[in-house]
T-cell receptor, first 112, second 116 residues
Framework: GQQLNQSPQSMFIQEGEDVSMNCTSS?????WLWYKQDPGEGPVLLIA?????ELTSNGRLTAQFGITRKDSFLNISASIPSDVGIYFC????????????FGTGTSLTVIP | NAGVMQNPRHLVRRRGQEARLRCSPM?????VYWYRQLPEEGLKFMVY????????ESGMPKERFSAEFPKEGPSILRIQQVVRGDSAAYFC??????????????FGSGTQLSVL
């Protein structure tokens, strides 16, 4: 299956700092989704991206669909304690139509 | 508008028993996906179903695992003769139509399967 490389694997930041994480694929994708997962819960959709170069915001979150269509970025500004969790990227290769492949996640810890 | 509902939340089985996991998609959604997640890992695709049809089961183990989405009722993921390696969180997601048309996946809270 497809490999999605998500980095960093974990982050420890002070409250108020900005956060950046990214996801890269070995092939071209036509959709990128970003999710947040809390312990014991299912992933919650944060942002959906459908066009190369697209930049979309959801409150303090901003995500971009890379121009090469092989990567995506998620930024969180002015982090707060409730941002703690695991963030996953999910991408859909343009030539499959069915599956979304998930990255291995970025674990975010916010220190008050 | 209720979200994706999965039950049970926790399921404990002994080796050799059967596990049945249920998923009711969001209202108006006719497409269901099952994913498996091991600790510290991302979600791995298992199977994609529409009502009464399996569309893509490329991620499903060839033996012991089966899935259905009947015309009436929830989608069922069935694991026969469970082994310890089946212990994982199983998530169901739904979407209103085929994902290829730029849709989104909405996930349930998952079923944590523990095999003793």
């Amino acid at each position: 299956g497809q490999q999605l490389n998500q980095s960093p694997q974990s982050m420890f930041i002070q409250e108020g700092e900005d956060v950046s994480m990214n996801c890269t694929s070995s092939s071209i994708f036509n959709t990128w989704l970003w999710y947040k997962q809390d312990p014991g819960e299912g992933p919650v959709l944060l942002i959906a991206l459908y066009k190369a170069g697209e930049l979309t915001s959801n409150g303090r979150l901003t995500a971009q669909f890379g121009i090469t269509r092989k990567d995506s970025f998620l930024n969180i500004s002015a982090s707060i304690p409730s941002d703690v969790g695991i963030y996953f990227c999910a991408g859909q290769p343009y030539n499959t139509g069915n599956q979304f492949y998930f990255g291995t996640g970025t674990s975010l810890t916010v220190i008050p | 508008n209720a979200g994706v509902m999965q039950n049970p939340r926790h399921l404990v089985r002994r080796r050799g028993q059967e596990a049945r996991l249920r998923c009711s998609p969001m209202k108006g959604h006719s497409h269901v996906y099952w994913y498996r997640q091991l600790p510290e890992e991302g979600l791995k695709f298992m199977v994609y179903l529409q009502k009464e049809n399996i569309i893509d089961e490329s991620g499903m183990p060839k033996e012991r695992f089966s899935a259905e989405f009947p015309k009436e009722g929830p989608s069922i993921l069935r694991i026969q003769q469970v082994v310890r390696g089946d212990s994982a969180a199983y998530f169901c997601a739904s979407s209103p139509r085929q994902v290829a048309t730029n849709e989104k996946l909405f996930f349930g809270s998952g079923t944590q399967l523990s095999v003793l």
